[in-house]
Nanobody
């Protein structure tokens, strides 16, 4: 298992940018896939983006060309660069890592896009 701590959320105006960070409690080098999910009020948690340790990415259609996921194995950290933010991107964003079949989640970080 691994503990995950997200940071970087906040309030931003439409069209703005934020970079979320997810710090892991141990080396992520061997973790096959890490990702970001989000949950808006009254909605189910949904996938935003995933990244394998081989470099393969998967993005939800609603964030393609706006968000970029990356990982720095030397810092045990996964990032989500979010550009051109829209009000509908408002949600709690969660980091995820699957280890030995266990889905590990962080506590989430709130992102609010509003003028």
């Amino acid at each position: 298992q691994v503990n995950l701590v997200e940071s970087g959320g906040g309030l931003v105006q439409p069209g703005g940018s934020l970079r979320l960070s997810c710090a892991a409690s141990r080396s992520i080098f061997s973790i096959y896939r890490m990702g970001w999910y989000r949950q808006a009020p009254g909605k189910q948690r949904e996938l935003v983006a995933t990244l394998t340790n081989g470099g393969s990415t998967n993005y939800a259609d609603f964030v393609k060309d706006r968000f970029t996921i990356s990982r720095d194995n030397s810092k045990n950290t996964v990032y989500l660069q979010m550009n051109s933010l829209k009000p509908e991107d408002t949600a709690v964003y969660y980091c995820n890592a699957v280890t030995d079949g266990v889905w590990n989640w962080g506590q989430g970080t709130q992102v609010t896009v509003s003028s």
